[in-house]
C-alpha cells in the first residue's frame, strides 16, 4: 500500500545548550493507507514524542515528516491548521481529554465549525459519528461525566474521526480502561478502520495491544527504532534482546506460560547502549 505518513532520520530534542536532551535520535518509520504501526515500548522511550512530532506539537531539529507526498516538517500554524482535517488524535486519558463544561453535542460540533461547516450539515455529521461509535442518540444533550470510561473513549474516537481524516495519531488510548472495555474499545478501532479507511500511529507500552489491532509493529527504545516488523513476527519472535525483554514482561492468563515468560526474563543478559548498537538500532 503506498505511503500516507514517512519519518525519515527524525530528531527531537527537548531543552537548549548544556540542558539538551535529544529524545528522538533518527528515527524512521512509514505507514500506509489505511494501515495500523502500533508503535511500542516503556515509558520515556520516545513513543509519546513521535505522536506529538507527528501532530506538529513538538518542533522537529532534524529530519523530515512527509504526509500524503507533503513535506510537513517545519508547517506554520496556518499550515498546520489544515492539516488538522487530515491528522485527528485520541489521547491516553478519556477523563481529561473531553471539556467537562461542554455537551456531546458541543464536543462533536466544534472541530467541524472550526473547518467551516454548517451548524445544520455538522449535526447531521455529529449523529451518524454517535451511531458510529455505538452511542445512543440521547447523548448529545449530556455532559462526559455522566458516562463511564469507554463510553468517553468512543466519543473521543467520534471527535477525531469528525473530520473523516486519513490518519489518527492514538496515543495509549486503552491505557486508562479496564481490560474488557480494553478489547472492546480495541475492536471498535478495527471496526472503524475497515469501514473508513483511517490508518493509525497507535502508540502503546504493552505488546498484547499492538499485536490485536496492529498491521505492522515498531519498537522503540531510547529514541531509536530497534525492531520493525508483521505484528504477529514481532509479537511471537521478537529478535531485538529489548523486544524480547517487553515480551517476557508481558502479562498472560496460563500459569505455565507466565512461569516461562519470567524464566526467559531472568535469562537474558543486561541491556545497555553497547547491546542496543550491535543489535542495529535504527
Known amino acids: 500500500m503506498p505511503d500516507l505518513l514517512t519519518a525519515h532520520d527524525l530528531r527531537v530534542t527537548y531543552g537548549r545548550g548544556r540542558n539538551a536532551n535529544e529524545v528522538l535520535k533518527g528515527v524512521s518509520v512509514e505507514i500506509g493507507q489505511g494501515e495500523t504501526l502500533g508503535l511500542v515500548g516503556e515509558s520515556g522511550s520516545g513513543k509519546t514524542t513521535l505522536g506529538r512530532a507527528v501532530l506538529g506539537l513538538v518542533p522537529v531539529a532534524g529530519g523530515t515528516l512527509t504526509f500524503a ?3 510537513v516538517t517545519r508547517l506554520g500554524a496556518r499550515g498546520r491548521r489544515r492539516l488538522a482535517r487530515d491528522i485527528q488524535v485520541v489521547f491516553q486519558d478519556p477523563y481529561t481529554s473531553l471539556n467537562p463544561s461542554m455537551t456531546i453535542r458541543d464536543i462533536l460540533t466544534e472541530p467541524l465549525v472550526a473547518q467551516g461547516a454548517k451548524k445544520k450539515d ?6 451518524a459519528l454517535l451511531d458510529q461509535v455505538a452511542m445512543p442518540a440521547d447523548a448529545l444533550d449530556r455532559y462526559s461525566r455522566e458516562f463511564s470510561g469507554g463510553q468517553r473513549q468512543r466519543i473521543a474516537i467520534a471527535r477525531a474521526l469528525a473530520l473523516d481524516p486519513k490518519l ?3 496515543d495509549e488510548p486503552v ?9 472492546k474499545v480495541l475492536d471498535l478501532f478495527i471496526e472503524l478502520q475497515q469501514r473508513t479507511g483511517v490508518a493509525y500511529l497507535f502508540i502503546s507500552h504493552d505488546l498484547s495491544v499492538v499485536r ?13 527504532i ?9 509479537t511471537d519472535d521478537p529478535q531485538h534482546p529489548y523486544t524480547q525483554r517487553l515480551w517476557a514482561a508481558n502479562l498472560v492468563a496460563d500459569p505455565a506460560e507466565q512461569a516461562n515468560r519470567r524464566a526467559v526474563r531472568q535469562s537474558l543478559p543486561p541491556l545497555d547502549d553497547d547491546a542496543l548498537a550491535a543489535a542495529g538500532a535504527t
Open 69 to 71: 507526498g507533503e513535506d
Open 122 to 127: 455538522a449535526a447531521s455529521t455529529v449523529r
Open 168 to 170: 489518527i495519531v492514538c
Open 175 to 183: 491505557s486508562a480502561l479496564d481490560l474488557s472495555t480494553q478489547l
Open 212 to 224: 490485536h489491532v496492529s498491521h505492522r509493529v515498531a519498537v522503540m527504545y531510547r529514541g531509536h
Open 226 to 234: 530497534v525492531e520493525t516488523g508483521p505484528a504477529l513476527q514481532v
